[in-house]
């Protein structure tokens, strides 16, 4: 589970099987600190949610709001009939509101808009983080989306395991990396060189956070696989 | 990469929940708790007999209706012309122009490079690979510095540390052509084209 662990696969790159190189840091790669803190605010941008759709979706209720009351009032100033309700009548009810609905329904229409309301509320407070890693790159800055991550570390368990695509399962989450396989009956498999493979794969995707892995092999194997 | 305003957004959709929490928080005590029930009869009394009040006083001369709706209309137009400004923010800063500097030349005037250019070239460095199920190429303006943006989608299984550095690459190439060395960010993304098609096996 240590990622400093000293494996000799770890730090071999060379005999990843796809023959990939890891990213070297050129010799120009000190050229890129200037913009170094714009980069990095770039990146945390990118992690993040921005909250847009939300954004988009308060602002239309709150527009559908103001025509409606627009409406109304517009109504209400040129002394025509109300369209649904006349603002003053509206008053008055919600004045002497525990009267005049049922309690259930009443309670239920609470709950609905503070449900409403919260949903609203946490996406503006929490951090809105995304399902996504930065990898380190000398020229670029790069996010990578948690499922390439874990489609690249699925294949490169599935090589070391000798097993077929569907006996290998990878979930990708913030801090740690899970790899679950299902073993072909009858031939026995080493959690310790999936492991070394997929730790051997994420040294070289060089990640920010970086994850820890989890291997877990299942009781039971697939027959004829 | 884009300008979204986002602290902007959280508090304006905080203050939009809090709100609706509060309202919905009420509803709710109203319907369930008794007390509360005389609190907001007294409360709620008290503020719309002081609003009738304030629409009694506005009252044009010679008519029944008050000038305090016409107020009301106003702030709702306000309301919705901030609304839609502020969506009109979500997303903004693409630029055209990737490199506008001046030429150490004999020649006057300065030289401007259009943001096409690095989007094609990078587009259709990207479009011959089979590794990839899509690519886009944007050009966006950060803190007042033209950056480009590139998207891509490998298939399943494509070892991602490997494109990002064959992206750096291209954009160290790009970098000789315009003289210039442009911020860009990459991002590896999966989609749905990509989780359905066949998987990267060989390469």
């Given amino acids: ?225 | 990469m884009n300008g979204t305003p986002r602290l902007l957004n959280r508090i304006l959709i905080g203050i939009l929940g809090l709100k609706l929490l509060a309202i919905g928080v009420l509803l709710a005590l109203l319907a369930t708790v008794p007390a509360v029930g005389t609190w907001w009869h007294g409360w709620s009394g008290a503020a719309w007999s002081a609003m009738q009040g304030a629409f009694d006083r506005t009252r044009f001369p010679g008519r029944s209706e008050s000038w305090l709706w016409i107020v009301a209309a106003a702030v709702l137009v306000l309301l919705i012309v901030l609304m839609i400004a502020w969506v009109a923010q979500q997303g903004k800063g693409r630029v055209s122009v990737l490199v506008a500097d001046d030429d150490d030349g004999d020649v006057p005037g300065d030289v401007r490079i259009g943001g096409m250019l690095a989007e094609q070239a990078l587009r259709s460095a990207l479009a011959e690979r089979t590794d990839l199920m899509g690519s886009a190429v944007w050009t966006y303006e950060v803190k007042g510095t033209p950056g480009l943006r590139v998207r891509i989608e490998p298939r399943q299984g494509v070892a991602p540390h490997a494109l990002a550095d064959d992206v750096g690459r291209l954009v160290e190439a790009l970098d000789a052509v315009t003289g210039k060395r442009t911020p860009v960010l990459l991002h590896i993304a999966s989609g749905t084209r990509a989780r359905f098609t066949r998987a990267e096996r060989v390469r």
């Fill in chain 1, 1 to 225: 589970m240590n990622r400093h662990t000293a494996d000799p696969v770890s730090n071999d790159f060379s005999d990843s099987p796809a023959g990939y190189s890891a990213p070297e840091l050129s010799p120009d790669a000190g050229e890129f600190r200037p913009d170094a803190p714009r980069m990095s605010r770039i990146l945390h941008r990118e992690t993040h949610s921005s909250r847009a759709g939300i954004a988009a979706l308060a602002a239309i209720l709150v527009i559908g709001f103001c025509v409606y009351a627009l409406l109304e009032s517009g109504v209400h100033a040129v002394g025509q009939p109300a369209w649904l309700i006349d603002p003053q009548t509206a008053a008055e009810r919600i004045t002497a509101l525990p009267q005049g609905i049922p309690p259930l329904l009443l309670g239920a229409a609470g709950a609905v808009v503070a449900m409403v309301g919260l949903f609203f509320f946490l996406n503006a407070i929490l951090p809105g983080r995304r399902a996504r890693h930065v990898l380190r790159n000398a020229r670029v800055a790069v996010v990578v989306d948690d499922e390439v991550i874990a489609a690249s570390l699925a294949r490169r368990a599935r090589v070391a395991a000798n097993v077929t695509q569907e006996q290998v399962m990878v979930v990708v989450s913030q801090n740690l990396v899970v790899v679950n396989v299902r073993p072909t009956s009858g031939i026995p498999i080493r959690s310790e060189l999936i492991r070394a493979a997929v730790e051997d794969e994420l040294e070289s995707m060089d990640l920010t956070p970086r994850p820890e892995v989890r291997v877990n092999l299942a009781e039971t194997g697939v027959i004829g696989a």
